[in-house]
């Protein structure tokens, strides 16, 4: 009888603690996110979701608005480069990691540096376009947090 009512409790608590422990987060909707919260700043985001978008990135546009940016986002974490091919202005890049933290930045990259690449040395799932001079003038620093708002 005391073996019985051990196994009892024991599947009890088994139950408890599946349903108190937190649950992982779900997968993020990316395709909604509509600003980056990095460095005190919200910046508006136009998202690079498939190959062909990332491909395009930036290239071929005149300009830039100040606390606006391209966010290329990866279905998986890697050391992705990036150039500037076909770019009209001069910007900064920001890798991020899947912990959500600043891993590498390319400050006031020149369009004439293609084919020059810029590449990090840790893995990186997203990776955020903004002004140049943003990074500076914010103070972004690596290990920085960064927050996705829908």
Avoid: C, H
């Avoid at 979701?49 to 890697?78: C, H, I, W, Y």
């Amino acid at each position: 009888m005391q073996n019985k009512f051990s196994i009892f409790i024991l599947v009890v608590f088994l139950f408890l603690g599946f349903f108190l422990i937190k649950q992982p987060v779900k997968n993020l909707n990316l395709e909604n996110i509509k600003f980056v919260n990095i460095a005190g700043q919200n910046v508006q985001v136009d998202l690079a979701l498939t190959p062909e978008a990332q491909a395009q990135g930036l290239s071929g546009r005149k300009s830039l608005e100040k606390n606006k940016g391209m966010l290329f986002v990866f279905s998986k974490s890697d050391k992705y480069a990036f150039w500037m091919k076909d770019m009209n202005f001069s910007i900064d890049m920001i890798w991020i990691g899947e912990n959500m933290q600043v891993i590498y930045i390319k400050e006031n990259a020149l369009p004439s540096s293609y084919p020059e690449t810029y590449e990090p040395s840790g893995n990186a799932k997203y990776i955020l376009e903004v002004v140049s001079g943003f990074s500076k003038k914010n103070n972004l620093k690596i290990g920085d947090k960064v927050e996705f708002v829908y």
